[in-house]
């Protein structure tokens, strides 16, 4: 098992940081679940922290990408690592997280160090690119697998050096 772990631990997001059938009363919930995660898995040392973070930037401006995609994202000392958490919504579930064409069904808190400016930017750019293939957005919704959607997440990312 460690082995197994020791794999994962290399990689973006893991089995173990996607939540599917994500009920959610709101954006800040829903990052406070997946914030929940990173923090489990050791990616993120302070939870209330980060948080807090996650929710200052989201109130700055809104994370809401076309598609039904809501990206909130934090870069911050309590991060250990580059992490993407990602939530799925149950059917008929959704959350607000301001974008024009609607609410999102689908959620990747990402999580950089604080260091990491380039770093940050270029995941969020990467992912963006990916998140504006439709097929991409309809491959993440019907996998209902984590280790699925883990895969189709880090090979976005796989020319991502990190």
Known sequence: MTQDWELYDAELTTPELVILE???????????????????????????????????????????????????????AFVSKTSIAVGVTKYGHSLDFGAVDGPATVVLLIATPASSFSEHLEVLATLARSLFKENFRESLRRAHDPEVIAELINSSLVFFDH
Request: charged share 20%.
């Open 22 to 76: 994500m009920e959610a009363s709101s954006k800040e919930d829903a990052s406070a679940q997946l914030a929940g995660r990173l923090f489990q898995a050791g990616r993120v040392s302070d939870l209330e922290g980060f948080l807090a973070q996650v929710n200052a930037r989201e109130h700055q401006l809104a994370t809401g990408l076309p598609g039904g995609i809501g990206m909130p994202h934090a870069r911050s």
